[in-house]
């Protein structure tokens, strides 16, 4: 890498932590300020064209998915479905709310290792839990990343888009066994879970006073919630129909039977909040162009504990199961005499531990589907320091050898 390619990915990482510095000392949107850097540094440092820096920068399917799924949210929310929904569940758990934190987790896996993934699962599951943990006094933010959590672990099933790729991309490097690492994925996540749930207030949810148990009764609008609801899961699993469109049909077709006010729905979309988040990722994608990605690449070692810091750093910067898996894992080969199973779960588990940041697909559901007195950017740090806080972690656990038993046991 000659030193000017390497000015250039060392100028966008500065500029990056410039922009969020600007942002809170003169309290304007992230986005925004992201936008503006991307273009001088990609432009006047980079020499990238400005078609290159918004055309292939902005994340136009993210954007599709996080405005249709809060655009449902918000009709779902608006009509009490979630709240009729959810009440049977509340009368059942009778006022446990440290065992509800368990069963979003539970939920979230489940639902994600059925084959929903990592995708599809916060984006439809998460705007219910947030009702849920509201009606019941749950911290949103512990929510929030007990539902990521969840998804990770269940994510990373050989029957979810996100492993079935994990276990198709091991296999070609003659890594034939997927089993050892998805239960070191799913030891990693839940564990992540658990610190979730002592770090933001789950040892103070005492057992409040049961509610009366209520019949779960449907009106028209909340019917034909649940019936568009269960038309869209239907159409990405069974026919692989992108979920952003999917669901805006969907979407369209509750407002055009009045299932809810358009004007408020609309009007209560978290502009601000997508235009941070996609001004990150214009952002991020400039800092990849720039040299990060390749920066890292040329780094990797035999290491489990270099090659899971590598992957998470990577994924800071790109796509988890679009960059880095398939980027990171056909190299394994060529790194060093550690064993390939163990070098393979390193690169799957350390890209997903940062799946948090809001920047990714999950932390970008979470930011979105945040209550309207949340402060987004107050959110957007917090995801993204939650991010860097597990990604180190999960590296020391590779450290301390502690997957070196679990894999090895396995295999």
């Known amino acids: 890498m000659d030193s000017g390619f390497m000015n250039a990915a060392v100028i966008s990482v500065l500029a990056l932590f410039a922009a969020v510095f600007i942002s809170f000392w003169k ?39 996080l405005l249709a799924t809060t655009l449902f949210s918000a009709i779902a929310k608006s009509n009490g479905t979630y709240a009729v929904l959810g009440r049977p569940i509340a009368g059942v758990i009778g006022g446990r709310r440290r065992l509800m934190c368990l069963i979003f987790f539970l939920v979230s896996l ?19 839990l947030l009702v849920m943990a509201k009606e019941e006094e749950i911290p949103e933010f512990l929510t929030m990343i007990l539902c990521i959590s969840g998804c990770i672990a269940g994510g990373l099933s050989g029957a979810a888009p996100t492993g079935v790729l994990g276990a198709q991309l091991a296999k070609r490097i003659g890594v034939e066994q997927y089993t050892p690492i998805y239960i070191a994925a799913v030891t990693t996540f839940s564990f992540h879970g658990l610190v979730a ?8 949810l005492s057992r409040r006073p049961a509610k009366p148990a209520e019949p779960m009764v449907l009106d028209g609008k909340q019917f034909g919630t649940v019936a568009v609801l269960f038309c869209i899961i239907i159409a990405v699993l069974g026919y692989k129909i992108d979920i952003g469109l999917c669901t805006f049909a969907g979407v369209s077709i509750l407002l055009l039977f009045g299932a809810a006010d358009q004007n408020k729905i609309i009007a209560g979309v978290s502009w601000s909040t997508l235009l941070l988040l996609c001004g990150a990722s214009v952002m991020f994608y400039v800092i990849s162009a720039s040299g990060g990605v390749t ?78 007195k949340t402060d987004s950017q107050k959110l957007f740090v917090k995801l993204f320091s939650v991010a860097v806080c597990m990604w180190m972690m999960t590296g020391f656990f590779f450290l301390l050898g502690f997957y070196d038993n679990v894999m090895n046991f396995m295999e």
């Not at 992201?34 to 540094?41: E, K, R, S």
């Not at 290792?113 to 219910?128: D, E, K």
């Not at 690449?297 to 035999?302: A, N």
């Open 27 to 65: 309290n304007v949107n992230l986005g925004v300020i992201c936008i503006g850097f991307a273009f001088l540094v990609g432009r006047f440092v980079t020499g990238m064209k400005a078609g290159d820096i918004y055309g292939q920068g902005f994340p136009l399917r993210l954007f599709f998915l």
């Open 110 to 128: 489940i639902l994600s290792g059925l084959g929903l993934g990592t995708i599809v699962t916060p984006a439809l599951l998460m705007p219910f």
């Open 197 to 204: 749930f002592f770090a933001f207030g789950g040892p103070k």
């Open 295 to 372: 920066l890292v690449e040329r780094h990797m070692s035999g290491s489990g504990f270099e090659t899971s810091l590598l992957a998470g750093m990577m994924s800071f910067f790109a796509s988890s199961s679009a960059v880095v898996m398939p980027t990171l894992i056909p190299r394994v080969p060529d790194i060093g005499p550690t064993s390939p199973v163990y070098l393979v779960g390193a690169v799957i588990i350390g890209a997903h531990a940062v799946a948090y940041s809001p920047v990714s697909t999950m932390g970008a559901v979470a930011m979105t589907m945040s209550s309207s």
